[in-house]
């Protein structure tokens, strides 16, 4: 009786593993691990019982466990994939924004997205299964490219801006010592026409 007792607790541990593994709340891995240690718990415990019978389950639940590990398997390489394509849609993104023609550029709202692109990015990190290195690695190069072209634009653009600002006050400059001088001429009849001239220029 004590042995039979033995393999019925047996029995009973294994039912309550294939309820687990067929409920999918046990990962392959794992289950593995439990079947491993009732084979050798069989083969090293003296018991009583039937031995052909449990031994053809715990066979069942192996081939369950292997058919749960090619689901597993399935099921990550489709978020991954899908994981690739949130990073690509962000790296694509980025790209695009590099390209933008500087003078249609919004680019107040178009630096604050590029900031918030490496923070977006690392949230996928966290929240997402992790891509394969050479994928990320790729997709990551491609991110700090466009970041970086963007930078090389945005102060190549406001340079140019700078300039253009610093040309337009020198010829203000110009314009206002000319007003200035024109100011003494009250007895040149001519005066009247260059002011008008020089409002025009302003302009």
Partial sequence: AYFVRKFDEVVASTVLLAQRIHAG?????????????????????????????????LDELTEALRDKERSDQAQRAEARAEAAAEREKLVVEAETLAVTDPAQMQWKAASDRMRHMVDDWKAMQRAQIRLDKPTENELWQRLASARNTFDKVRKAHFARLDA?????????????????????????????GAFKRLMQDWK
Avoid at 31 to 52: F, I, K, N, W
Avoid at 169 to 176: D, I, Q, T, Y
Wanted: proline share 3%; charged share 30%; net charge negative.
């Fill in 25 to 57: 709340s046990v990962t392959a891995a794992e289950g593995r691990q439990s079947l491993e240690a009732v084979r050798t718990h069989l083969a090293e415990t003296p018991m009583v019982g039937d031995y052909a019978t449990l031994s053809s389950v």
């Fill in 164 to 192: 253009e600002r610093d040309q337009a006050r020198v010829v203000k400059e110009e314009l206002v010592k000319e007003a200035q001088r024109l100011a003494t001429r009250t007895d040149d009849p001519r005066t009247a």
